[in-house]
């Protein structure tokens, strides 16, 4: 009965590499959204799909692509890994815009 | 403008004490003020979370205090326990739009 799931937990690739992370949300939300916690912590976004519509999208690089299959599935791909992509990847989703964000296990991405 | 400012970066409170961590932001949009718990490798959780027309709310142990003319909000653990040892987050969002704004982070240890 998770909530947020996110496949892999764990994610180890050489730079170059595209890797892809997949997110599933069971609650019946609209909105789902992608967050990177850096090595100190810090939680930024990246994303935010609403009914499968990219709402936000953080100035980041053209290599992160989201894609949206339904509303309760929000992929994130990667092409051409960089040594500063390595982070926790976090998927979240929430039912109003600023309403509570249920937020996934996290994938650390190490990248060497 | 979009920041929101956390204090302090680090805590340690003993058993039984109260820990306060501090949070001010400059953006009079935002309306909803979340707190989040992160423990090691688990992603955040939603703590207790505060709209700016109340000046406090309280749910058991944790209290959310609001001082919207200094833009400023605290959350007080009451009777710290050695399980509240973990990070925790403010944010903060701009009506409708999807996105929270993450302090820094503080990290609590709460000693036996």
């Known amino acids: 009965d998770t909530a947020v799931s996110q496949t892999p937990k764990y994610l180890v690739t050489q730079m170059g590499n595209d890797k892809s992370i997949k997110c599933e949300q069971n609650?019946?939300?609209?909105?789902m959204y992608w967050y990177k916690q850096d090595s100190k912590k810090f939680l930024k976004i990246m994303f935010s799909?609403?009914?499968?519509?990219?709402?936000i999208n953080e100035t980041v690089p053209n290599r992160f692509s989201p894609k949206s299959p339904d509303k309760a599935h929000l992929n994130l791909h990667i092409n051409s890994l960089e040594l500063g992509d390595s982070a926790v990847y976090f998927c979240?989703?929430?039912?109003?815009?600023?309403?509570?964000?249920?937020f996934g296990p996290g994938t650390r991405l190490t990248v060497t | 403008q979009q920041q929101v400012k956390q204090s302090p970066q680090s805590l340690i409170v003993q058993k039984g004490g109260i820990s306060i961590i501090n949070c001010a932001y400059e953006n009079t949009a935002f309306d909803y003020f979340p707190w989040y718990q992160q423990f090691p490798g688990k992603g955040p959780a939603l703590l207790i979370a505060?709209?700016?027309?109340?000046s406090e709310k309280k749910e058991g142990r944790f209290t959310i205090s609001f001082n919207k003319s200094a833009k400023q909000f605290s959350l007080h653990i009451m009777d710290s326990q050695p399980g509240d040892s973990a990070t925790y987050f403010c944010?903060?969002?701009?009506?409708?739009?999807?996105?929270?704004?993450f302090g820094t982070g503080t990290r609590l240890k709460v000693l036996a």
């Open positions: 979240a989703s929430s039912r109003l815009s600023d309403s509570e964000q249920y």
């Open positions: 505060i709209r700016p027309d109340v």
């Open positions: 944010a903060a969002s701009p009506s409708g739009t999807y996105k929270y704004i």
């Open positions: 609650l019946g939300h609209d909105t």
């Open positions: 799909y609403n009914n499968k519509e990219l709402i």
